[in-house]
């Protein structure tokens, strides 16, 4: 690739293609954008990419959480002090930004038209195509990574996830196999979250497994990154450049039950097979 050439949206779409997204998937993915190359038209390529190669019975989908970064006031209960709950913009699936801290494509997504997004704030999920409305519909706003969520409904759909140059360990599906997984001492993480209704703010606690940590007390803070290695390494997933990126395409519902597995084979009881 000489200086003056750039990455367009067929050449991306012809990558992902051969790594093994096809026309009907509905895929999670992860990116680091900078990672990709030269992009022609920044991240909407990719974004274009994604929707070319899952056609139009497909969907893309990306992990939004949003912008709370009111978390680092909150007490020992997960309550937020009274003289600062005017100050707090509550969360709006429509407005909300996703949070910075997983890259710039989520954002990007979420404002593409038509992508729709969950309405559970720190798992949210946003999703366009043709499943969007499904995939985005009824989140719990308790144990959001759990039954009922995008990210089971990505198992239930046999859906994938694509880590385009973005670290094995920020693999959001397996918060999904910790919810699962029959381990015990599970950390529990309670706070209070405001949300936007047509009458105004409400604030709520919602209680969900802890995602910030490891689930429990001795695993890796990168934990995750090792669970997928492990899977590679048996033979499972597919592993290609798109553009420039060293990508990874899994299979939602393998990848789900071998964290499950994985976890339970260290901290718990043995899983019935999926």
Do not use: C
Request: hydrophobic share 45%.
């Amino acid at each position: 690739m000489t200086s003056a050439s750039f990455i367009t949206r067929a050449s991306l779409a012809a990558d992902l293609a051969v790594l093994g997204l096809a026309s009907g998937d509905a895929v999670m993915v992860h990116a680091a954008v900078s990672k990709v190359g030269r992009l022609l038209d920044g991240p909407d390529t990719i974004i274009a990419a994604l929707s070319d190669a899952v056609g139009p019975a497909g969907t893309v989908l990306a992990y939004a959480d949003w912008e709370a970064r009111y978390e680092d006031l909150v007490d020992e209960d997960g309550r937020v002090p009274p003289e600062w709950r005017e100050h707090i913009r509550p969360f709006d699936p429509q407005r909300s930004r996703a949070i910075r801290d997983n890259g710039v494509l989520p954002e990007f997504l979420r404002t593409t038209p038509g992508a729709l997004r969950s309405g559970n704030p720190g798992a949210s999920v946003v999703a366009f195509g043709a499943k969007a409305e499904w995939f985005t519909a009824d989140h719990p706003l308790d144990y959001g990574y759990g039954e009922g969520s995008p990210l089971a409904k990505l198992v239930e759909a046999g859906g994938k996830v694509l880590m385009l140059g973005a670290p094995l360990d920020t693999l959001t599906l397996l918060h999904h196999a910790e919810h699962l997984a029959d381990i015990p001492g599970k950390r529990i993480r309670r706070i209070e979250v405001p949300l936007a209704t047509p009458t105004g703010t409400q604030w709520r606690m919602i209680e969900e497994f802890d995602t910030g940590d490891p689930i429990v007390a001795g695993l890796a803070e990168d934990y995750f990154g090792g669970i997928v290695t492990e899977f590679l390494a048996n033979g499972q997933g597919r592993q290609a450049l798109v553009g420039s990126a060293p990508s990874v395409l899994v299979d939602a519902a393998a990848i789900t039950a071998f964290g499950v597995r994985w976890l339970e084979s260290r901290l718990g009881s043995p899983s019935p097979s999926f």
